[in-house]
């Protein structure tokens, strides 16, 4: 949200901001925007939104503002005037690491229930548009018109609390170990021109051949140093207060993964996670397993963990990615946050 245009404009205004239309159903928005105090936050750096800056006048009217904020601050108290003017939808135009940046603001302004959200994929990565079943075209106009007739599933972000400072960041995907590298090369093949699960793809299987044919003393086998000790209603074993090098660890609450991967395991609600011991054990036999969801009892043994807990703490020196973001490590207590009401198709 940081290199944002700002676009801000009281609620009987007629703001201009990139977000992208769908004219054949104008009039179902039109409908939809008159029954439901909307705000809408768009990101136009988005990958998507830079060459899609179109005006939302067919949509705005005295129920609806729409804001492109440039800084963390000016999001914040972006929110807070929504919440101030009562919205009852928050839509979101952007990609995964937009929709971290308002949910982890937004549960600061809303202590208790949540206005619905419905998220219009425009960004390099759209993990949770996918688990949501959102298409590619999904547009404004058609969120609005699935919100006026109430589609919505319900989904809880990941939670991640510093434990030395109190902040805590929202997102869908956690990741540690390995992952930041390999969130380091999907970022590059964006660069390169490949998007969505393509680089995501790229970045793990490069990850992979780092880890089975690097140095044994490489980076990639050699892992992070965590302690991790999960709650207690896991069925973690000896894992529940472990303080050892770890080739990675996982955190969701996606129910579906980009290019079908499962590496939790069948699909299911709630917090789930996956902690390969480091260095991994036959990696080769053991990674197509684990990216089909294989539940195969002989990973555990072998160091590939499975775990579904209500909460887990960790405590590291290096950073962790949440949503395709780089943060400081440190003690971190990850849970499950609060429910939110996502609008679907």
């Known amino acids: 949200m940081n290199d944002a245009v700002s676009s801000f404009q009281a609620f009987d205004g ?3 901001t990139p977000v992208r239309r769908d004219a054949t159903s104008d009039l179902a928005a039109r409908t939809a925007a008159s029954e439901i105090r909307t705000g809408i936050i768009c990101n136009p750096k988005s990958h998507r ?14 129920t ?27 839509v979101i135009d952007g990609g995964d690491g937009t929709i971290r940046d308002v949910l982890t ?39 609005l018109a699935a919100a006026r007739v109430g589609h919505v599933v319900v989904r809880r972000p990941v939670e991640v609390e510093h434990r030395d400072s109190g902040s805590t960041r ?50 990639w086998r050699v892992g992070n ?23 990675i660890l996982l955190a969701s609450t996606l129910t579906r993964m980009p290019l079908g991967v499962q590496p939790f395991g069948p699909a299911r609600d709630g917090l789930k996670t996956l902690l390969v011991d480091a260095p991994p054990r036959w990696l080769a036999a053991a990674a197509p397993l684990i990216v089909a969801g294989s539940p195969a009892k002989w990973l555990d043994r072998a160091g590939y963990h499975r775990i ?38």
Do not use: C
């Not at 990741?175 to 090369?185: K, N, W, Y």
């Open 170 to 219: 929202r997102g869908f995907l956690f990741g540690a170990g390995a992952f930041v590298e390999a969130t380091g090369l999907a970022q590059r093949a964006h660069r390169a021109g490949a998007f969505k699960g393509f680089a995501v793809g790229v970045a793990l299987s490069w990850a992979i051949v780092q880890t089975l044919f690097g140095r044994s003393s490489g980076t």
């Open 64 to 90: 609806v503002l729409a804001v492109t904020p440039r800084t963390q601050a000016e999001l914040a108290e972006v929110l807070s005037d929504f919440a101030r003017h009562g919205i009852e939808l928050l």
């Open 225 to 247: 140093r965590m302690h991790v000790r999960y709650d207690a209603s896991a069925r973690a074993g000896d894992l529940t207060d472990t303080d050892t090098n770890r080739y």
């Open 49 to 62: 939104n830079r060459s899609s800056v179109e005006a939302t006048r067919p949509f705005v009217s005295g």
């Open 105 to 143: 603001a937004a549960a600061t302004v809303w202590t208790g229930t949540q206005p619905r959200v419905a998220i219009v994929p425009s960004g390099k990565t759209n993990a949770l548009a996918l688990d949501l079943g959102i298409p590619d075209d999904w547009t404004l106009d058609k969120a």
């Open 14 to 16: 007629v703001p201009f």
């Open 308 to 345: 579904d807990p209500d909460s887990l703490d960790v405590t590291m020196d290096a950073g962790f990615i949440l949503d395709g973001e780089v943060y400081p490590g440190g003690a971190l207590t990850i849970r499950q946050a609060a429910p939110i009401s996502f609008v679907v198709p």
